[in-house]
């Protein structure tokens, strides 16, 4: 049987907000009939940005497959972005060039620093904040 390893990116739902299906960094899987299912089916723990893995099976329809999952599990927590990085809720994951930026710049300014006992946090700061010109010039 056909494997789904993927990122949940949007759940699809009916118009009265039931979840019968998601879409994945893989395509669009939907949930097989009730009394097709294999455990684990654990489409009660789906969030847009988990992790999940499963088993599916093909159904042609109108010259069209349909992906129908008959095992569902959620392998990993949601790691949907909750805003800034150090912001509460963050997964500790580098979000854009801009964050990887700053991060490494005050990692530089931190080791570059760590020799010189008399350097002040602002020393750091001014230092790490000349980095990140630096890394984004390019150069």
């Given amino acids: 049987m056909p494997a789904l390893e ?7 739902k009916k118009r009265d907000g039931t979840v019968f299906g998601i879409e994945t960094n893989m395509g669009e ?13 654990e489409d009660d723990k789906l969030k847009v940005g988990s992790m999940v893995e499963g088993t599916w099976m093909p159904f042609e329809k ?3 497959t349909i992906r129908y999952l008959s095992i569902l ?7 949907t972005p909750r805003g800034e990085a150090g912001a509460e809720g963050t997964d500790g994951q580098f979000r854009s060039p801009k964050d990887f930026r700053r991060t490494s710049a005050l990692a ?3 080791v570059f620093h760590a020799a010189a006992p008399d350097s002040t946090d602002e020393d750091v700061i001014l230092t790490a904040q000349r980095f990140e010109i630096y890394l984004a010039s390019g150069q």
Avoid: C, H, N
Avoid at 29 to 41: G, M, Y
């Fill in 62 to 64: 109108d010259g069209k």
């Fill in 6 to 12: 993927g990122t949940v990116t949007k759940l699809i």
């Fill in 108 to 110: 530089q300014a931190v």
């Fill in 29 to 41: 899987f939907l949930f097989s009939w009730p009394d097709k299912r294999e455990e684990p089916f």
């Fill in 73 to 79: 599990s959620v392998t990993g927590e949601d790691v």
